[in-house]
């Protein structure tokens, strides 16, 4: 049986540098690791509690609930806006981070990567985006990093799943996740 590791991709750019990055660590996902990118996000309404009613949930953001979790482990993909996190990544922890303590995410092993056009390759948003998903339950795995920089010289003209560096890391980095086990509390 392999291991189900849900990729969420930050940018929702036709082109995204990130998706790509989602979709080299498929390409790459050694023996036994299945990555699934999830398609979805642009539809997810922005959370709100008067949507988020037993039973009459939106369907796109129950979707991602039940894809969530029916995945052994996240990958959260990342760009930087503006320093921080994308608000359609946010809004993908926060629904799935509901009901509280008892959310799809809450003890997910989640690793968080991305790239970004900066010097520093999104690291900000790194931060902040492992910060939100370990106060929503996740299992976040701190020491798993790949924050990439200049993403439009570096993948210009080549895709992540073929950059020596992505090609070397990318499968370290899902045999690491899929190993983590899942802890049954939050780590608030």
Known sequence: MSTRILALVGSLRAGSYNHQLAEAAAKRAPDGIDV?????LAE???YNE???RPGDVPAPAQTLR?????ADALLLVSPEYNGTIPATLKN???WTSRPYQAGAIVGK???VIGAAGGHYGGVWAHDETRKSAR???AHVLDDIKLAVPHAAERFGTNHPA???????????ILVRLAGAQATAEPAL
Request: hydrophobic fraction near 45%.
């Open 109 to 111: 092993p989640l690793a």
């Open 44 to 46: 997810v309404p922005f």
């Open 66 to 70: 039940d894809t969530v979790q029916r």
């Open 36 to 40: 699934e990118i999830f398609e979805g």
């Open 135 to 137: 106060i929503a339950g």
């Open 50 to 52: 008067d949507l988020d």
């Open 162 to 172: 073929d950059d020596d560096e992505i090609a070397t890391a990318m499968p370290e």
């Open 92 to 94: 993908a922890i926060d």
